[in-house]
Each structure stands twice: as C-alpha cells, then as structure tokens.
Nanobody, 129 residues
Framework: QVQLVESGGGTVQAGGSLRLSCVAS????????MGWFRQAPGKERQFVAA????????RYADSVKVRFTISRDNAKNTVYLQMNSLRPEDTAVYYC??????????????????????WGQGTQVTVSS
C-alpha cells in the first residue's frame, strides 16, 4: 500500500510563496509520475501540475504556469510544488497523487484524475488579499 503525505500548506498574503512537499512510502517512487491537484470550496478538484518518473517532463495548468514549479527528489521519495506570486484564487486544498502506471508511457504527465490511483490527504493553502 502506498501512502502519500503532504505538508507545507498555510496562510500567506497575495504575492507570497509557499513550498508544498509530498513524501511517498515504498521503494517504487522513482518509477511513477506524480501530480498535484487542488480543490477549492464548492468546486471540483482540478489539475495543477505533473512530473514524469525521472523529472525530465512536466506539465502545468494554464492558471499556474510560470508561477508554480513542480520538482522531485527520488532519493527522498518526495515531490515538491513551489508556488510563487500566489493569488487569492489559488486558495484550495492541495493534493498529491501517484500515476497509476509506472515508467515511461505515451502520456507521461496526464492532467486528469483518472490517471492517478493513490492520493494524499491534502494540505490547505489560503491566500489572503
């Protein structure tokens, strides 16, 4: 069983920065792509960013491009989301997730939830104006 534990959320003023971390259990972390999603109150969960198994390929939602950076450290079983220039509309619970298939695939960094099978419990990010 894979466990994903997010941390790093909090409250920040608009224009500020936060760095989220997600630590995965197990020895196969380096074989799987990872993704970040978020869910604001009353809204559906949406894609934020994804990174392939070796960090060579990334994908971002248009709303966070340039401002957010996803990265990973396979030696630490950890994926990160660096969030800069935060806006009130970035307020949400942020979840990390593991891709459901391992290794290189045709679609290495999918942006839809059905391609991910394990999810963390989420970490709250609140951006005040």
């Amino acid at each position: 069983q894979v466990q994903l534990v997010e941390s790093g959320g909090g409250t920040v003023q608009a224009g500020g920065s936060l760095r989220l971390s997600c630590v995965a259990s197990g020895r196969t972390f380096s074989s799987y792509a990872m993704g970040w999603f978020r869910q604001a109150p009353g809204k559906e969960r949406q894609f934020v960013a994804a990174i392939n198994y070796n960090g060579a390929n990334t994908r971002y939602a248009d709303s966070v491009k340039v401002r957010f950076t996803i990265s990973r450290d396979n030696a630490k079983n950890t994926v990160y989301l660096q969030m800069n220039s935060l806006r009130p509309e970035d307020t949400a619970v942020y979840y990390c997730a593991r891709r459901s298939v391992w290794g290189p695939t045709i679609e290495e960094v999918p942006g839809t939830q059905q391609h991910y099978d394990y999810w963390g419990q989420g970490t709250q990010v609140t951006v005040s104006s």
